[in-house]
């Protein structure tokens, strides 16, 4: 996720990632390891994936506030959350990011999959102590990745997936960056507009237009963060122009192009998300 506020030291941040791409379908995960003390505060906004962030140090680490609540722990973070400030003294955490499609899955499809700010537990139950204890107890960060799998692995196939058609539409947006119209995704699987706005909307808890939203400003912020003009990033990103940018950024992020830009999580995305562009959109 970009963020704002006081970043990191990246210099100081040990950042793990699997050996290979991710055995499971619109799953990556990167671990995160801080060699110093210094207190981090980060405002994070919407990326398109669930988020999970697994607090795995000793006492208060990890610390978010959501709806003027102040939250210790792992958390649970959806589509589109809103503002959200977290931080801490955090010395080891590990963030797996979902697809829409897969967190429908792995957690049902009666969880609310956007705007949902909670902690692990609320949305996991019992299970997401026995999760946080087994990676805590792990000898390293490939161990910890095989235990994701595992876990994860186990729950997407004890529960049903979301439609075929629905998870071809959600691939189409994402690969075509948001760019792909809702008539023509319907045309695509042979569903009326009606039949796919409905069940997308009621499997993924997102509209097809809402998607499209979050996937353009995700390829937008990146280019912003890669050092691209505005006006230029508007133009590749699909919109009508930088005034269009500017209003849709701050709609969905809560502050402008220009501080997007300077996120300091984008910064690190491609050495964390390697293959991010490939499995967020499976």
């Known amino acids: 996720m970009p963020s704002t506020g006081t970043p990191p030291d990246w210099t100081l941040v040990d950042i793990a990632v699997p050996r290979s791409p991710a055995r499971l379908p619109g799953v990556s995960m990167a671990g995160f390891g801080h060699r110093a ?13 669930v988020s999970l962030i697994i607090d795995l140090g000793e006492g208060e680490g990890l610390v978010y506030d959501v709806h003027g609540r102040r939250e210790i722990g792992s958390v649970f973070v959806g589509l589109l959350p809103g503002a959200l400030r977290a931080g801490g003294r955090v010395g080891e955490c590990l963030q797996i990011r979902l697809s829409p499609v897969a967190a ?9 999959l956007t ?5 692990l537990a609320e949305v996991w139950g019992r299970d997401a102590g026995r999760f946080e204890d087994r990676l805590r107890a792990a000898a390293s960060w490939d161990d910890r990745f095989t235990i994701v799998i595992d876990v994860l692995g186990r729950r ?28 023509g995704l319907a045309s695509e699987i042979g569903w009326s507009r009606q039949r796919l706005w409905s069940r997308f909307r009621s499997q993924l808890g997102i509209t097809p237009k809402r998607a499209a939203q979050l996937v353009r400003f995700d390829h937008a912020a990146h280019l912003l963060a890669a050092g691209h003009a505005a006006a230029g ?16 950024v701050f709609a ?14 984008l910064a690190i995305d491609d050495v964390a998300w390697p293959n991010s562009r490939a499995t967020v959109g499976a």
């Open 104 to 112: 429908a899955a792995v957690f049902g499809a009666s969880t609310i």
């Open 37 to 49: 003390s210094a207190f981090v505060d980060m405002a994070m906004v919407a990326h398109p994936a």
């Open 156 to 183: 997407l196939d004890a529960r049903r997936s979301v439609d075929a058609e629905v998870a071809h539409a959600w691939g189409r947006t994402f690969t075509s960056r948001g760019r792909a119209r809702v008539d």
């Open 115 to 119: 705007g949902t700010v909670a902690s």
């Open 252 to 265: 969905i992020a809560g502050v402008t192009p220009t501080a997007i830009a300077a996120a300091p999580w």
């Open 233 to 248: 990033v508007a133009a590749e990103s699909g919109y009508v122009d930088q005034s269009h940018l500017h209003r849709e």
